[in-house]
């Protein structure tokens, strides 16, 4: 009987990974909250599990051959720029409190998520020890 950490962890590793990346996302929009000019970007949660897990959804095809191949930009997916409430007259797109709410929201699932692994990790190594 082989052990498959791919089956054990289920889909939690790579919610892992792109909750990880969708937090550099968020710090870096934070960070540049007073650069003129800087865009907000962010990724669909939903859209990059399910990319990450191997069930994406429509799958683009090339019906010519001067079209650009579709790009996979990492196990966060696409950054997109994110549609501003109130834009500066600056050009810049970042809303501070909204970028700080889902920094914490994100933060909290990241952990969650952590938390979820350690268990689950703590069940794996006691079954194996026969516990």
């Known amino acids: 009987m082989s052990l ?3 089956k054990a ?3 939690h590793a790579d919610a892992l990974q792109v ?3 969708r937090l550099e996302l968020l710090a ?3 960070a540049n909250a007073d650069t ?3 865009k907000a970007r962010d990724i669909d949660f939903r859209a990059a599990l399910n990319q990450a897990a191997g069930q994406g959804g429509v799958q683009m095809v090339r019906t010519h051959a001067s079209h650009l191949p579709a790009e996979n930009s990492g196990p ?3 950054a997109l720029y994110r549609v501003p ?5 600056d050009g810049n797109t970042v809303d501070g409190q909204l970028e ?3 920094f914490s929201e994100n933060a909290v699932q990241y952990q969650a998520s952590l938390d979820f692994l350690n268990s689950r990790f703590r069940g794996l190594k006691a079954a194996l020890r026969g516990e």
């Not at 409430?85 to 007259?89: D, I, K």
Request: glycine residues 16%; charged residues 15%.
């Open 4 to 6: 498959s950490f791919d």
């Open 9 to 11: 962890l289920g889909v």
């Open 19 to 21: 909750r990880s990346r």
């Open 28 to 30: 870096s929009n934070l």
């Open 36 to 38: 003129p000019g800087y």
């Open 76 to 78: 966060g997916g696409e």
């Open 85 to 89: 409430n109130q834009p500066s007259l």
């Open 100 to 102: 700080q709410a889902a």
